[in-house]
């Protein structure tokens, strides 16, 4: 198989740049401190000492260039109707203040504009995922990355 541009056969499969440029660290880091000291004063000599320990893990990805370039479709991502969904919950518990502020008629809008707009979205990302998002990841398992030119082709 070759190239249909520069007819180079040094291609590879976007999988493979994908997974090959794609790495993961993990690691923990653990420190100890310790301190201590003297001290005079009115009531006479005094003393302290103290120590204490820390640790934190790490977790970095980190994706070459062209491991982005090649990487996989993504699927719907449903952080905005989420988002969409707490501010109503927020406004609902809130609605007494908007009455009192004499603006429930606008806040009902409000409320009522984000359930609609998080349950659409919603449906939209749900719909993507199970339909439109499979026949990207087999058309994106089927095309090819030409290493010469730098072209992405299908197989």
């Given amino acids: 198989m070759k190239c249909g541009i520069c007819e180079s056969d040094d291609i590879q499969k976007l999988s493979v740049i994908n997974q090959n440029g794609t790495s993961n660290t993990r690691g923990n880091i653990n420190s100890t401190h310790t301190g201590g ?17 820390s640790s934190s893990s790490v977790n970095t990805t980190t994706t070459s260039d062209l491991a982005n370039r090649c990487a996989p479709p993504a699927k719907y991502n449903f952080k905005g109707p989420l988002l ?7 406004a609902i ?3 007494d203040l908007f009455v ?3 603006i429930s008629g606008m806040a009902s809008l409000t409320i009522l ?7 659409y979205f919603a ?8 339909t439109e998002y499979p026949v990207l990841m087999r ?6 990355h030409c290493n010469k030119c730098g072209d992405i ?3």
């Fill in 139 to 144: 058309a994106w398992f089927r095309k090819w």
């Fill in 153 to 155: 082709f299908d197989v």
């Fill in 93 to 95: 518990f809130a609605f």
């Fill in 123 to 130: 449906y939209k990302g749900f719909n993507y995922n199970k």
């Fill in 113 to 119: 504009g984000l359930v609609g707009g998080g349950d």
């Fill in 37 to 53: 000291g003297l001290g005079f004063g009115s009531g006479g000599f005094g003393g302290f000492a103290g120590g204490d320990s």
């Fill in 100 to 102: 009192q502020l004499d």
């Fill in 84 to 90: 969409m969904g707490f501010l109503a919950l927020i």
